[in-house]
């Protein structure tokens, strides 16, 4: 609930490429695939956007990432503080294209989400993260970078945990599938018995689509509209997910992707959790119902329910892969590895 929070307090509604492998690049898709992670292997902790609150905290994440298997290298800005960023924007975009020409780090983990990873997009060093691609994953707020990075440079990325998530058996299962896992496999977006809490799954239009899968956090994604950050909607399958939200600015968002032209675009569309969002009176629509007005007339196989989100089990998605959905089963079909 961090990117929530932030905004509440808000009050708002040169370095050398050391490119340790040739990037592998599909012509004709205009795709780039990291490497694969395994255990053994560097992480570089960041933080791209907020400001751990607890300090100790850090220590405990890189505690648990080591714990997972994996050596860890943070940011040299990574512990700092400007108001209630980790740092200055220059600081923030320095050590997210520093992982990125560092030769020694396999793949990049922001410590946590929150707000700021909008005011850095014009700091990043597009042309170098295209010569040294990697692995780069997180969601809430980090969907800035997730869609900008695969927008400029075609490189996949992951919508996945964050440092501070609670990397539950399930998100850890899923995390090394996504990084690590080399065949197609068919991630199953819901179960019930995993989480009660949960919003249940429902099929919004029945059907099957294909198309590269995009999106991230509903309030970030729609405050990036207008920005030639973000990439082409048309013939793709969209997802989005949020938190703390009222159900009427859920609407509100809705209707500016629409009002936009993403929606009449995509082929498919997913919509996570919602978690903790509530509606303000009696009175108000529901979230199926402000679900239904602006995506079942689109025609387009859609669900809702996924396990995409702010929660403790969550699921590991490639941003910008061609998938296939399957609206019925609630499931997004991998023909392909993510990573090489």
């Given amino acids: 609930m961090d990117r929530r929070w932030f905004l509440s307090v808000l009050g708002m509604s040169s370095l050398a490429p050391l490119a340790s492998f040739v990037p592998v690049v599909e012509p004709e898709k205009g795709l780039i695939k990291p490497k694969n992670l395994q255990k053994g292997q560097t992480i570089g902790l960041i933080s791209p956007a907020s400001r751990l609150h607890d300090p100790s905290k850090y220590d405990k994440i890189v505690k648990k990432i080591k714990k997972m298997g994996f050596r860890v290298k943070e940011g040299k800005y990574a512990r700092d503080q400007y108001g209630y960023f980790s740092g200055t924007d220059e600081q ?5 294209n520093a992982m990125f020409a560092d030769d020694s780090v396999d793949a990049i983990l922001p410590f946590r989400g929150g707000w700021g990873c909008n005011r850095i ?4 060093d597009y042309e170098l993260i295209q010569n040294n691609p990697k692995i780069l994953v997180g969601f809430s707020d980090i969907t ?3 869609l ?8 996949v990325t992951f919508h996945g945990p964050v440092g501070k998530s609670e990397w539950t058996k399930y998100t850890k299962r899923h995390f ?3 990084l690590s896992y080399q065949q197609p ?5 819901y179960d019930q018995d995993e989480c009660e809490s949960c919003n249940n799954f429902s099929v919004i239009t029945p059907g099957k689509a294909t198309g590269r899968l995009l999106g991230g956090n509903l309030t970030v994604l729609t405050a990036m509209i207008g920005s030639d950050y973000l990439p082409d909607w048309k013939g793709n399958i969209l997802f989005v997910e ?3 939200e009222d159900i009427y600015r859920i609407d509100r968002m809705l209707t500016q992707l629409k009002l936009s032209g993403a929606l009449d675009q995509v082929s498919g569309f997913i919509f996570g959790q919602c978690t903790a969002c509530k509606r303000s009176n009696s009175y108000s629509l529901t979230l199926g119902q402000v679900l239904d007005h602006f995506i079942k007339p689109l025609g387009i196989p859609a669900f809702s329910g996924a396990f995409i989100g702010h929660i403790d089990k969550m699921v590991t998605l490639p941003v910008g892969l061609p998938v296939k959905i399957d609206a019925q089963k609630g499931n997004i079909i991998l023909n392909e590895a993510a990573t090489v």
């Fill in 144 to 146: 800035s970078l997730l």
């Fill in 92 to 96: 923030r975009a320095h050590d997210l």
């Fill in 185 to 189: 496999y068919t991630i199953e977006t």
């Fill in 176 to 178: 090394r599938k996504a």
């Fill in 148 to 155: 900008a990075i695969y927008a400029k440079t075609g490189l």
């Fill in 121 to 124: 997009l014009n700091l990043i």
């Fill in 242 to 244: 949020d938190v703390g």
